[in-house]
């Protein structure tokens, strides 16, 4: 709320009690950068120390300097563009006065920095070493905005440059920030660094250009690994009819191959799921436009469907010949009283791309910070930046879309019906969050892997325009799908057991978005991917390109580092309760789902009844309120399932509601602060206490093989060994990004800035710096 304290440059500072923002890494908060407005801190004192020795004269046998530079390790296809050498990479922490020199490169594929002392580090601290892209590589689709020094005023770089500049800085879409000074670089060698990661970073590119298609190529002839291993791919006919029989959908829906070689519409599959009674006539209509296409089916056979709207016509008669059709394939899914349905059209009724654009623009701010004086100066604004950001209500309000339809699938046993402008954005993200909480399979990593595929990859989300990967369009650029993992990221936060797979995994799943060796995320469709690298595109003489799918971790991560993306303490389903469950289909009635008839309304008062009228008015203005009897009724049920859940032990085989009241909704701490030192807990946070449960795991398996040795040999007994205690105050609360030695270890705060806050009474009276200490 405040401005940001002015910054005491001299002087001695005490350390004093720990912020807020350290309390909140759990609990919905960090502190970064200002949203509007840039930094606002004072700047760091200049060094009065200067130095006119070149680096370079420092190493006086030229043999032991060569023996200290690092190898540049390029992947097949892979060429160098541009080098340049004596660069000075900063430290964040330091206001840029200090950090490490070696060689700044720049391939058609990363910019990487070969440090002299990258052997420094430890091992064990390097045990989540990623095998594709080192701590100091940037694949250029990572790199977000880069800004040049020019006499210590930062500026945005683009085009041709007139003057270069001395320092460098790369703010990257992973949130890291990379500092590089060029000062004591030979002058030849800025110009042809800078220009190089300027134009192969920012300037508009061709597909058929990406370097996913020289590493392919360079790759046609290695083994690759069966994707099918890993994941439902989605593109035969059988995998469809396989996801019918898994979902008992088989009996109301079929599978159709009419698309089979994009021949009616190149937005969609090839083979997709529609509505047993409709004609192949009627898909063939409009393109594969007003036709509702099957997502998953309810244990009580209701299902979830996605539809893209009909084009806007401006003519009386064909206005009145899509009417006509629109009600004829609605009654495929709405023939009361054997079957209803309700539509929830999303592009009107819902977000839209403008706001989530604009809200991650905002708040991906608060982590783009320089060094630890803007960190710290810019703290007692920090929560008034982050709820101005409207990021945390996007996601509220995602999830309980969610719930909103679950709840019609569950409770009232009604289709719902998903409208969209293209089906391809929002549908994606409801019809997925639905399913992660409806279906425990969707939330083993096997599961979440085939949802991906199927509502994404399969279900047309443009990749390619969503994440800019060509630089065409900056208004294109909309992060849906992080969005979607952030969304997964509160679920698993608040129902770990219920989740095969980890934080870890959502985090290292979402910085696979920018590595273009994996075409998972780099087509807008089906269609554009089997155009480009299919067998319409190859010489029949050579073989076709071997695209890796992300979903093998083993390309990026070594068996070790691969534990860290499963979930030890997972809840998985008993193997008797499949016997029990034999011939019914009530698998969540018994615990889950509430009687139809509406009861009267809550006296309560809180955040959904905040939300009545707004509501209200957004339903009765569409057509759909045909469908509905009374907008209170709808929120009174919505309520009373709600509620009637969270009153209810969880079932984490079963539904999976999210607690969607404000403080619940938190900031996903390892994806957005693993990079900021400050914003460690060592020793604390999440990790330690899950490093604690393992080692109380652990005993238990050691105690358990004692005593069955003990009934077999008393050899076996004396020879077995106790594992070593883990090490968890070693661990860092953004564990494993996040490594102990790189900690910043200054006092940090300056003591004006400390007073600006004022004493303790006056900080309790601001709401803006309230934290919940429950997750500390």
């Known amino acids: 709320m405040g401005g940001a304290p002015a910054a005491s440059a001299g002087g001695r500072c005490e350390r004093p009690p720990l912020l807020p923002r350290v309390a909140a890494t759990q609990g919905g908060g960090m502190l970064g950068k200002g949203v509007v407005g840039g930094g606002g801190g004072t700047k760091a004192p200049k060094p009065s120390f200067v130095s006119y020795v070149r680096p370079e004269e420092i190493h006086t046998n030229e043999k032991e300097a060569t023996e200290k530079e690092v190898t540049l390790h390029l992947l097949p296809g892979e060429q160098l563009l541009c080098e340049a050498n004596t660069v000075l990479k900063c430290v964040q922490e330091d206001s840029c006065q200090r950090g490490i020199y070696g060689r700044l490169v720049c ?3 990363k910019i990487a920095f070969l440090g002299d002392d990258e052997s420094a580090l430890d091992n064990d601290e390097t045990q989540f070493k990623n095998k594709v892209i080192g701590e100091n590589d940037i694949t250029l689709h990572c790199v977000d905005q880069i800004y040049g020094v020019f006499d210590e005023k930062k500026k945005t770089l683009f085009g041709q440059l007139k003057k270069y500049p001395e320092k460098l800085v790369i703010h990257c879409k992973d949130l890291r920030v990379f500092h590089f000074c060029l000062r004591y670089t030979k002058e030849e060698e800025v110009k042809r660094i800078v220009s190089g990661i300027i134009h192969h970073t920012q300037a508009p590119k061709l597909l058929k250009r990406l370097f996913l298609f020289s590493y392919a190529t360079a790759a046609r002839n290695s083994p690759a690994t069966d994707p099918k291993k890993h994941a439902v791919m989605f593109d035969t006919l059988q995998d469809w009819c396989r996801e019918l029989e898994r979902t ?16 009616v519409c190149e937005r969609l599959p090839a083979y997709f799921v529609v509505p047993a009674p409709l004609l192949e006539e009627d898909i063939e209509f409009f393109q594969g436009r007003g036709i509702p296409i099957w997502c998953w089916s309810c244990h009580n056979g209701c299902a979830l469907l996605k539809m893209s709207a009909l084009p806007k016509e401006q003519d009386d008669s064909m206005s009145q010949i899509q009417k006509n059709f629109s009600d004829r394939i609605y009654r495929t899914v709405h023939r009361p009283p054997y079957e209803t349905a309700k539509t929830e059209d999303l592009s009107s009724n819902f977000l839209s791309l403008q706001e989530i654009q604009m809200a991650y623009s905002k708040f991906k701010q608060l982590f783009l910070i320089d060094n630890s004086t803007e960190f710290w100066d810019t703290d007692i604004k920090w929560f ?12 509220r309000r995602c999830l309980k879309k969610a719930v909103e339809i679950i709840e019609c699938l569950e409770a009232q046993n009604m289709n719902v019906l998903l409208l969209e402008d293209n089906a391809s954005d929002l549908c994606c993200l409801v019809s997925s969050l639905a399913q992660v909480m409806m279906d425990p399979h969707c939330r083993t990593v096997f599961g979440f892997q085939s949802l991906v595929q199927k509502e994404w990859v399969m279900g047309g989300h443009c990749f390619l325009d969503r994440c800019n990967h060509l630089r065409q369009s900056d208004k294109e650029e909309v992060p849906v799908f992080l969005l979607f993992l952030d969304c997964v990221w509160q679920l698993v936060h608040q129902h770990p057991p219920a989740f095969e797979f980890t934080e870890t995994y959502l985090t290292v799943l979402s910085d696979s978005l920018y590595i273009p060796i994996f075409s998972t995320f780099f087509f807008n469709s089906p269609h554009q991917k089997d155009m480009n690298v299919g067998k319409e595109s190859q010489d029949s003489q050579s073989r076709p390109l071997n695209l890796l799918t992300v979903w093998d971790w083993s390309v990026q991560f070594e068996p070790k580092a691969q534990t ?10 008993p193997k008797l309760e499949k016997v029990q469950r034999k011939g019914t289909h009530f698998k969540h009635q018994r615990q889950l789902s509430l009687p139809l008839t509406q009861s009267k309304s809550s006296p309560k008062r809180g955040f959904f009844r905040e939300e009545t009228d707004h509501l209200i008015k957004n339903l009765l203005g569409k057509r759909i309120s045909k469908l509905i009897n009374s907008s209170e009724e709808l929120q009174d049920g919505f309520r009373e399932f709600y509620d009637g859940w969270h009153s209810r032990p969880p079932s984490y085989q079963g539904l999976l509601l999210p607690h969607l009241e404000g403080p619940e909704i938190k900031v996903w701490a390892q994806r957005y602060l693993r990079w900021i030192p400050e914003a460690q807990i060592l ?8 490093s604690k449960l393992l080692e109380m795991i652990e005993e238990v398996q050691r105690l358990q093989e004692k005593i069955e040795a003990r009934h077999h040999s008393q050899e076996a007994l004396q020879a077995e060994a106790a594992s070593p205690p883990r090490t968890s105050g070693r661990l860092s609360s953004l564990f494993p ?12 705060l300056p003591t004006s800035g400390w007073k600006a806050l004022g004493d303790e009474d006056d900080l309790a009276k601001r709401e803006d710096e309230f934290v919940d200490l429950g997750d500390v």
């Open 384 to 395: 008034s930046l982050l709820e101005s950001s409207s990021w945390l209500d996007i996601i």
């Open 248 to 263: 008992k959908g088989n009996m109301k829906y079929k599978a159709v191959s009419v698309n089979e070689g994009y021949k």
């Open 564 to 573: 860290l993306l499963t979930n030890p303490l997972y809840v998985e389903k």
């Open 107 to 109: 391939t058609d594929f």
């Open 737 to 748: 990004f996040a490594l102990l030695q790189r900690h910043s270890s200054k006092p940090v």
């Open 683 to 690: 020793g604390g946070g999440g990790v330690a206490t899950m």
